[in-house]
């Protein structure tokens, strides 16, 4: 029992011990990274644009969930009483609220971190693309949570 222990342990700190720079530099939230080139500065860039898309993913949901319920509520009213403005905008919101989880999604399955590393021109090119598009997703699920909260505040 004691071997599977002491083999385990080895295996978990050898496996530790080949993260990368950038993923080190990443899980240590006390030290800044080591941004010595231009890859490792696109790099950080596009990890920082997952994360803050990341960390809204959950209140993303919430606010899908709230638009579904404020749509059900409308359906249930006369249409003559309905406010058909306040639905429409709701409509959209529900629109962009699924565009913008679907772009994390599609980003998330599509991002290959080792992509080019063999040639750092190509590598470079392929660093501002996924910048400029996690930026892209980041941007979508910002302005569509910030529609949410005004929208939603009006129930």
Known sequence: MKNWLVIGACTLAIACGESTRQ???RKNGFTAPELKTKEDSLYHEIMDGHDVGMAKMSKLGK???GVTDALDSIARIPAKKA???YRNALTD????LSYA????????????????KDNNELRLQYLESERDKVNMVKKNILESLQLADSLLKKQ
């Open 23 to 25: 993923d080190t530099a």
């Open 63 to 65: 606010a899908t969930k």
């Open 83 to 85: 406010d058909t403005t």
């Open 93 to 96: 919101l529900q629109k962009k």
């Open 101 to 116: 989880e679907y772009g994390m999604d599609t980003w998330m399955k599509e991002f290959n971190p080792d992509s080019a």
